[in-house]
Nanobody
Framework: QVQLVESGGGLVQPGGSLRLSCAAS????????MGWYRQAPGKQRELVAS???????NYADSVKGRFTISRDNAKNTVHLQMNSLKPEDTAVYYC??????????????WGQGTQVTVSS
């Protein structure tokens, strides 16, 4: 049982910034990666950024140089700093925890989603 609580979404003008946060709680007992996905209307959910327990990061090409993902293992939190936002970034953003429970079993937990709207 893992619960993810997201915050920080909202409406921002192009070129502006937002900082998303996600706090995980519950039965976190194994190694896990954290990430942010987003889904725009009529489109598939896509990976925006991810970070491992060792703080190795990965970004979608569309956000490289603009977004920064970070985590605080002591607090089981992950953040997504979004700068130079574009209208194309408009989507519902979902926090994800990918838990490596056993060698053969992995599990994904998802937040409820937070709306990010970039518009003038």
């Amino acid at each position: 049982q893992v619960q993810l609580v997201e915050s920080g979404g909202g409406l921002v003008q192009p070129g502006g910034s937002l900082r998303l946060s996600c706090a995980a709680s519950g039965n976190i007992f194994s190694s896990y990666a954290m990430g942010w996905y987003r889904q725009a209307p009529g489109k598939q959910r896509e990976l925006v950024a991810s970070i491992t327990s060792g703080s190795s990061t990965n970004y979608a090409d569309s956000v490289k140089g603009r977004f920064t993902i970070s985590r605080d293992n002591a607090k089981n939190t992950v953040h997504l700093q979004m700068n130079s936002l574009k209208p194309e970034d408009t989507a519902v953003y979902y926090c994800n925890v990918h838990m490596f429970i056993t060698r053969d079993y992995e599990y994904d937990y998802w937040g409820q989603g937070t709306q990010v709207t970039v518009s003038s």
